[in-house]
């Protein structure tokens, strides 16, 4: 707001654009619509600076993120003919199982990021729901689980590792994935001119980080591939600690995207 106000009583070599997006929190939603605009405009940013809570470093990557949610199809019958029947929530602690052995992986022998507070690729199980009733073999159960990536990593190969590790007996029923939603890695380089141009705004001893939170940042790397610009794509910078609590900012040098 500060730069709108100020942009106002200059004479611009190019235009300030403020752009609104919505609904990050969920899986940045807004911004994919405001992505498709950019891509046809006229006049596109050259870079992008994202107000998150990073105390006025400058931050130039983020993890992607995968959601998805698997549903374990067993067989309902009476718990005390439970060996009959096919139990949905041991179906689920099977791919669980199957997670837990993949993320050992990843941790010990995947692609390897220091910048991050978790320097590897995650996987997390978030809400799991099954079962009716104590005395009947559960026929169905859910859960909703993500994977986080670095930049080498890709989650659709992850998620079949996953498979894998929980198919190798040939025993229990792989569960049905559905893709709940998904958005890309922010990975800037420190040597780019987005990153040059933030350092010359900012004091000299300003840190370079990584953060721990997704963004919307990700997307807008389709803007640049599509304008072939040496700026880059996005890098983040925020005023404060506090999460965000203003929508948006932006301009040709400044456009405000979110975590998640």
Not at 233 to 258: K, Q
């Amino acid at each position: 707001v500060v730069a709108m106000l100020d942009a106002s009583t200059r004479t611009l070599e190019k235009p300030l654009q403020l752009a609104l997006s919505y609904d990050e929190e969920i899986g940045c939603v807004g911004v994919r619509r405001l992505i498709d605009v950019l891509e046809t405009a006229p006049v596109r940013p050259e870079l992008c600076v994202v107000g998150e809570p990073t105390m006025m470093q400058i931050a130039t990557g983020h993890k992607g993120k995968a959601a998805y949610r698997a549903v374990c199809c067993g067989e309902e019958g009476h718990s005390a003919l439970a060996p009959r029947y096919r139990n949905a929530i041991h179906v689920a602690t099977d791919w669980i199982a199957a997670m837990r052995a993949a993320q050992q992986q990843l941790a010990q022998h995947g692609a390897y990021d220091d910048g991050y507070d978790v320097p590897y690729s995650t996987i997390h199980v978030g809400t799991i729901h099954g079962g009716k009733a104590l005395n009947i073999v559960p026929n169905e159960c859910m859960l909703d689980f993500e994977i986080r990536t670095l930049a080498n990593d890709r989650a659709d190969a992850i998620l079949d590792d996953i498979r894998a590790r929980a198919a190798h007996d040939g025993h229990t029923p792989l569960p049905d994935i559905e893709d709940v939603n998904a958005y890309p890695g922010l990975d800037t380089h420190v040597a780019s001119d987005a990153v040059r141009f933030l350092e010359a705004l900012l004091p000299p001893d300003t840190r370079k980080r990584k953060v721990a939170f997704g963004t919307e940042a990700g997307f807008f790397r389709r803007v640049w591939r599509c304008r072939r610009s040496s700026a880059g794509p996005a890098t983040s910078r925020s005023r404060t600690s506090r999460t965000n609590t203003s929508r948006s900012r932006s301009s040709t040098r400044a456009m405000r995207f979110s975590r998640g």
